[in-house]
C-alpha cells in the first residue's frame, strides 16, 4: 500500500512549509489526484489522518480533487476522457494516444494560521 507513503510526504511537506511560514497549526491541505495516478483515494484519505497524528498536520483536513483523464489521438487529433494509461482513441481505433492529464498527484494549497 504506497498510500501511506504518500500520505508521510504529504504531511512532512505540509510541515516544512508550515515551518517556513512561521505557522503553529495546519487546516487543511489541498491535492490534486488524477484518475490514472493510481492511487485509491479512501486508502490515501485515511492514511493521512495516520500519518498526521503526532505532527503539526494532526487534525488537519485533507482536500482531494479528483483530476480526470483526458488524451488526444496523435493520428485523428481527437480529445476524449481516457479510462486506461494505454487507451484507444473512440473515433479512430488507433492506439497512439497522448495522456494530456489524469496522471499526477500535485499539492495544490497548504491552508495554515
Known amino acids: 500500500m504506497h498510500e501511506m507513503s504518500i500520505a508521510l510526504s ?10 517556513k511560514a512561521q505557522a ?17 483515494i479512501e486508502s490515501l ?4 489522518g495516520i500519518a498526521a497524528k503526532s505532527t503539526i498536520v494532526n487534525g ?3 482536500k482531494i ?16 476522457t ?4 494505454f487507451a484507444r482513441c473512440p473515433d479512430c481505433d488507433s ?3 497522448r495522456i494530456d492529464q489524469g496522471k499526477d498527484l500535485r499539492i495544490r494549497s497548504i491552508n495554515v494560521d
Not at 45 to 48: I, L, P, R, S, T
Not at 66 to 78: E, F, N
Open 24 to 40: 503553529t497549526k495546519i487546516n487543511e491541505v489541498e491535492i490534486e489526484v488524477g484518475d490514472l495516478a493510481g492511487i485509491l
Open 10 to 19: 504529504l504531511c512532512d511537506l505540509a510541515a516544512r512549509e508550515a515551518e
Open 45 to 48: 484519505d485515511f492514511c493521512f
Open 82 to 85: 481516457v479510462r486506461e494509461m
Open 95 to 97: 492506439f497512439k494516444v
Open 65 to 80: 480533487i479528483r483530476i480526470p483523464a483526458k488524451g488526444t489521438c496523435l493520428d485523428c487529433g481527437s480529445n476524449f
Open 60 to 62: 488537519a483536513k485533507l
